[in-house]
């Protein structure tokens, strides 16, 4: 909790080691907890590096050579987002997920099949499949040909959450009233 020290030494474990990506999510980490956003998604990708990653996310390699690296992205672009590791993380990510699908209608999301009920009532205004079950494209080569680009749900901070401003205070999943 001593936040000075700590940023001391992240600063100088990073400069020591730059593409170390247990580092760069660690370090990240911190710039979060600081409320330092933009650097904070600039270092968070370094998960995506990670054996840790891989082995919960079993498709990284068949999307490796799509990912998203932070190029300008138009409202045209086919992007498929695939979720992260837990529900909880999942959960979390789903919090830009509105704003994903207004800024780039051309989306479809992979997520965890118990959320995809919610998530549909939740997003899916226009009633069109949006949602599919983890590893429906990204398990198949063929299918990712339709795509542009692949983002893992947690690098979408780096588009929609900057400041603290860019996190809306709402409730954004909806139960079923059933």
């Given at each position: 909790?001593?936040?000075?020290?700590?940023?001391?030494?992240?600063?100088?474990?990073?400069?020591?080691?730059?593409?170390?990506?247990?580092?760069?999510?660690?370090?990240?980490?911190?710039?979060?907890?600081?409320?330092?956003?933009?650097?904070?998604?600039?270092?968070?990708?370094?998960?995506?590096?990670?054996?840790?990653?891989?082995?919960?996310?079993?498709?990284?390699?068949?999307?490796?050579?799509?990912?998203?690296?932070?190029?300008?992205?138009?409202?045209?672009?086919?992007?498929?987002?695939?979720?992260?590791?837990?529900?909880?993380?999942?959960?979390?990510?789903?919090?830009?997920?509105?704003?994903?699908?207004?800024?780039?209608?051309?989306?479809?999301?992979e997520a965890d099949k118990r959320l995809i009920?919610?998530?549909?009532?939740?997003?899916?205004?226009?009633?069109?499949?949006?949602?599919?079950?983890?590893?429906?494209?990204?398990?198949?080569?063929?299918?990712?040909?339709?795509?542009?680009?692949?983002?893992?749900?947690?690098?979408?901070?780096?588009?929609?959450?900057?400041?603290?401003?860019?996190?809306?205070?709402?409730?954004?999943?909806?139960?079923?009233?059933?």
């Amino acid at each position: 909790n001593d936040e000075e020290e700590a940023e001391k030494y992240y600063a100088k474990s990073y400069s020591m080691s730059p593409d170390d990506e247990i580092i760069q999510k660690a370090y990240s980490f911190h710039l979060l907890k600081q409320q330092k956003y933009r650097e904070a998604w600039l270092l968070f990708d370094g998960r995506l590096k990670n054996k840790e990653f891989s082995y919960k996310n079993s498709n990284v390699d068949n999307v490796k050579n799509m990912l998203w690296k932070g190029r300008n992205l138009s409202k045209n672009d086919k992007i498929l987002v695939i979720k992260e590791q837990g529900v909880g993380d999942e959960i979390l990510y789903g919090s830009m997920y509105a704003d994903l699908l207004k800024k780039y209608p051309q989306t479809l999301i992979e997520a965890d099949k118990r959320l995809i009920s919610i998530f549909d009532r939740s997003f899916n205004l226009n009633k069109k499949n949006i949602f599919f079950p983890y590893g429906y494209f990204s398990n198949n080569k063929k299918k990712l040909q339709d795509f542009d680009v692949v983002i893992y749900a947690g690098s979408l901070g780096k588009i929609f959450r900057n400041s603290l401003n860019d996190f809306p205070n709402l409730n954004y999943l909806h139960a079923d009233p059933k």
